[in-house]
């Protein structure tokens, strides 16, 4: 649902007929207002183990997280050094977004050049950059996933659950939540979901990267 179709479905949604159970499915819950995720109960459908397939910019981000256990650098300097990291993955993501849109972009002009006006090939050069940034965000919501999920199995660990979001890493997380006490485990969640929050507004993202991780990590 777009936004216009989910503002109509809102009333709905508030005012339920009697005995209806809606189910919303969405892989990407982002995508959803804030009005609309406020009044539903959100349940992850977690794949069986072994199921989920990695993106190449998921799978960067995990290797770089399965070594963060082991990191003797601490503090600002670690923070900012894991920073750096995440945002080498993300900078990659969207070049690689970029170049793929603009060389079909590029197909579309060579062949429509003769035959339309500039005013197509203008609008059609704006929707090919939405294109861009919205798979871009989304690729950076899954990341921003991914990484909330690797905290909290941290925590779920250190609170004895059997069930993980990342089962393949389990001992790579319970090394961490033997690292952390569960209020640095809580205070590093809290940046964290802080960071989801600031990433969906206009707000700077190395800013807020750095920012956060500090909180974070640091």
Known sequence: MN????NAFLRTLEEPPAGALFLLLTHNPRAL???????????????????RQYTPGERRLLEVLRKLGGRSSAGISGALALKAEFQEILEAIKNGIKKELEDEFKKEQDHFKQTTDGNWLKQRE???????????QQQRDALMDLLLAWVGDAAR???????????????????????WSAAELNQRLTALRKLDQ?????????????VSFIAAFG
Request: charged content about 20%; hydrophobic content about 40%.
């Open 126 to 136: 704006e929707q090919v950059e939405a294109q861009i940034e919205a798979q871009y």
């Open 33 to 51: 207002l804030p009005t609309t995720r406020s009044r539903v109960i959100e349940i992850s459908l977690l794949p069986p183990p072994g199921a």
């Open 198 to 210: 600031f990433l969906r507004t206009n707000v700077n993202e190395s800013l807020a990267l750095e």
């Open 157 to 179: 660990q250190q609170a004895g659950s059997a069930n993980l979001d990342i089962p393949d890493y389990a001992d790579a997380t319970a090394e961490l939540a033997g690292r």
């Open 3 to 6: 936004d216009s179709a989910q």
